[in-house]
């Protein structure tokens, strides 16, 4: 039995709505090559390539930026080509270019999504279910003035403070900087928190189920989508970034 998950991004297209679950296995066929995109100022474009792994039916593939809030946009991105047919077991790019003109903040990096599409075929089965799933890929806009050097850790920048039994950590750099997980101590104990990912300037509450750690890691994405668990050492209420 499938059910389809709110995390996928699905789209339906069926005769009931209703019908949220279905003896049937749905996975993605329309792949991009990566999870997240850094658009740095300077650059006209930005390629992502997307792969077909059906070896069998074709796809359709719609293509469009929106913004932090949702909202789909044409400025100052823009994606070519916005729709497009993709054969089995073949690749195809798309392209995301930055509109001349259109100002974005020069002291931090703005934020945008990427939503990939694909439509399957018409199918000729009576009562059929037609899935379209729908990926969602944060799109950074970086200017020159905050480049990231190679390697570099974005989390040793971040402030905690224990505040009871929730962690606050203040973002003080101009990046965004996606929390995935909390280990505590040296036994790096797992703590249930949500992902989030915290603004430029901004700050964040996290629940700590547990208190009196001398370490807490702060696991957090990549530029490449991978996770860096960044150390740091616990006193009282404040933690600070492992200087080693």
């Given at each position: 039995?499938?059910?389809?998950p709110?995390?996928h991004h ?6 009931l709505?209703?019908?949220l ?6 996975q993605a066929a329309?792949?991009?090559?990566r ?6 100022e300077g650059?006209?474009a930005?390629?992502v390539?997307?792969?077909n792994?059906n070896p069998q ?6 293509s469009w930026i929106?913004d ?5 946009i044409?400025?100052?991105f823009?994606?070519?080509?916005p729709?497009?047919r993709i ?5 195809s790019?798309v392209r995301i270019?930055?509109l ?25 089965a009576?009562n059929?279910m037609?899935?379209a ?9 970086r ?8 390697g ?6 971040l ?6 039994k929730?962690?606050l950590?203040?973002?003080?750099t101009?990046?965004?900087?996606t ?15 949500d992902?989030?990912?915290i603004a ?9 189920s547990?208190t009196?750690?001398?370490?807490l890691r702060?696991?957090n994405m990549?530029d490449f989508?991978?996770q860096?668990d960044?150390l ?9 970034a492992d200087?080693q």
């Amino acid at each position: 039995m499938f059910c389809l998950p709110v995390s996928h991004h699905l789209t339906l297209r069926v005769g009931l709505l209703a019908a949220l679950c279905a003896p049937l296995l749905a996975q993605a066929a329309v792949v991009p090559d990566r999870t997240r995109v850094i658009f740095e100022e300077g650059s006209q474009a930005v390629s992502v390539t997307l792969s077909n792994k059906n070896p069998q039916l074709p796809f359709v593939v719609q293509s469009w930026i929106e913004d932090e809030q949702g909202k789909k946009i044409t400025t100052p991105f823009m994606v070519l080509p916005p729709l497009q047919r993709i054969e089995p077991n073949e690749r195809s790019v798309v392209r995301i270019v930055k509109l001349p003109e259109t100002a974005l903040p020069a002291d931090r990096e703005s934020v945008f999504y990427l939503n990939v599409r694909e439509i399957p075929p018409k199918s000729e089965a009576v009562n059929s279910m037609q899935i379209a799933l729908q990926s969602k890929i944060k799109l950074f806009y970086r200017p020159a003035s905050v480049k990231r050097e190679r390697g570099q850790d974005l989390a040793r920048g971040l402030a905690l403070k224990i505040d009871g039994k929730q962690l606050l950590i203040s973002n003080p750099t101009p990046f965004h900087i996606t929390v995935v997980g909390l280990l505590a101590g040296e036994q790096k104990a797992k703590m249930p928190v949500d992902t989030v990912m915290i603004a430029p300037y901004g700050n964040t509450r996290l629940p700590l189920s547990q208190t009196g750690f001398q370490q807490l890691r702060v696991s957090n994405m990549n530029d490449f989508g991978g996770q860096t668990d960044t150390l740091f050492h616990c006193t009282a209420t404040v933690c600070q970034a492992d200087t080693q």
